[in-house]
């Protein structure tokens, strides 16, 4: 009876955790796309030089990474629902790692568009499940904590990504930090061995649902109003973010100063969405997911406008250090809203599809900051409309959004 007993308590700690060692590995994971998307805005405004581009070709680039990632998003969703969160997060950091590392002997604008699709699909798909594999790992009184801080390795990603391209862009070219960018395939390897799958996924209920009745269900009766509410605020999020953030090295050429002096500003920036980090983390348990996500994104749009119009440098990097501060703040609880939505076995489709919503908005945002750019609109205006963007996500979620803090997984 004793061995039988002890073999059991094996099984449990073979197929367990320890919440640090998990937050450890799937933030490891989050930081190395974040160095990949970080690392991009510093090589559109490094490629615009290299291969004279025009600004919609600048805007084409981040738009395809962000068509990637809506798909990417979309279909591993629904796999994760099918084959597990572990395959699905291993899959798609190999696929991205191994699609930048090609993507550094590019010669053509046509064949790095290519390369950004499926680097797109492997950040897109990797980071909802990430974030779902964490909130089914974890207690609820600590589940909106421990996300928030799985989400803030993406601010160590780009403080990589710029300390990369800063020292190595301007020196040893693009194609370098792109190399650089690859390594995370190694570290798949690592994750398979060491990570074990959600608890809460059963391979046996999933063989007995279709995709069709996921996605189905995702838009039942019962969660259709919180699938509304997700999907509008992805959208307005990532629309705004991506416009914004991918053309922040190059709004600073625009605004009078160098590459390499840009580079510096954004460097600085990036350390500010550390601390955005920690203070979402503190107060997503103590106040909750709806005060968190609606305080920093209305202080992400007041830092946009003011950002948009600064005339001064010191006014540029304050307004830009509290754009960072609150939108990375907010992405922070807005991974940890998302899985609670839904339960289980439709819980990683249900994020899967609001992510990909969102992406569609990251496909627009650079599209149109381009666009305007070409057309001769000034940067107030432009990060005007984010402003409304992000203003109108608010209010959707002020009004009809529920407040899941502290509340069991099913």
């Known amino acids: 009876m004793t061995t039988v007993k002890t073999q ?61 990632m809506a798909v990417g998003a979309f279909l591993f969703g629904l796999w994760a629902d099918r084959m597990g969160r572990k395959n699905i997060f291993i899959i798609t950091l190999l696929l ?44 609820a009184k600590e ?19 710029a300390l990369i391209s800063y020292f190595i862009i301007p020196s040893f070219g693009w194609r370098l930090a792109l190399i650089l960018s690859a390594l995370p395939a190694f570290y798949a390897i690592y994750l398979r061995l060491n990570l074990p799958d959600s608890p809460a996924f059963s391979p ?34 990532v629309f705004s973010y991506y416009g914004m953030f991918l053309w922040l090295p190059s709004v600073m050429v625009m605004k009078g100063f160098s590459m390499i002096q840009s580079f510096e500003y954004v460097l600085i920036m990036t350390l500010a969405q550390l601390p955005g980090y920690f203070t979402a983390a503190w107060l997503i348990e103590r106040m909750g997911r709806k005060f968190v996500l ?66 569609v908005g990251g496909i627009l945002g650079p599209l149109l900051v381009g666009s305007l750019v070409a057309a001769g609109y000034t940067i107030g205006f432009i990060f005007a409309i984010f402003c409304v963007s992000i203003v109108i996500g608010v209010i959707v979620l002020a009004f009809f959004g529920k407040e899941t803090r502290q509340v069991e997984l099913t």
């Open 96 to 139: 991205f790692s191994i699609a930048s590392g090609i993507s550094a002997f590019t010669t053509t604008l046509f064949a790095f568009l290519v390369l950004r699709f499926f680097i797109g699909m492997g950040l897109g798909g990797e980071l909802p499940v990430a974030s779902t594999l964490v909130s089914e790992s974890v207690s």
């Open 8 to 68: 059991e308590v094996d099984n449990v700690a073979e197929k367990s955790i320890s919440q640090r060692r998990l937050l450890g590995i799937a933030g490891l994971g989050w930081m190395f796309d974040a160095m990949d998307v970080g690392m991009l805005s510093f090589i559109i405004a490094a490629l615009k030089v290299d291969w004279d581009l025009t600004p919609e070709q600048m805007g084409w680039i981040g738009s395809v990474n962000s068509i990637g």
């Open 204 to 237: 046996k209920k999933a063989e007995k649902r279709s995709v069709g009745q996921n996605i189905r269900d995702v838009w039942s009766k019962e969660y259709s109003r919180s699938t509304f509410v997700l999907w509008v605020v992805w959208f307005t999020v």
């Open 294 to 359: 609606v305080t920093y994104l209305l202080g992400t749009a007041g830092s946009a406008f003011i950002f948009g119009n600064a005339e001064t440098t010191a006014i540029l990097i304050a307004s830009g250090i509290f754009l960072s501060f609150f939108n990375l703040g907010a992405w922070g609880a807005l991974y940890a809203y998302t899985p609670e939505q839904y339960p289980a076995v439709i819980r990683g489709t249900g994020a899967g599809m609001a992510a990909s919503i969102g992406r």
């Open 143 to 161: 589940r909106g904590r421990v996300v928030v801080l799985l989400e803030s390795f993406w601010a160590f990603g780009w403080l990589l990504a």
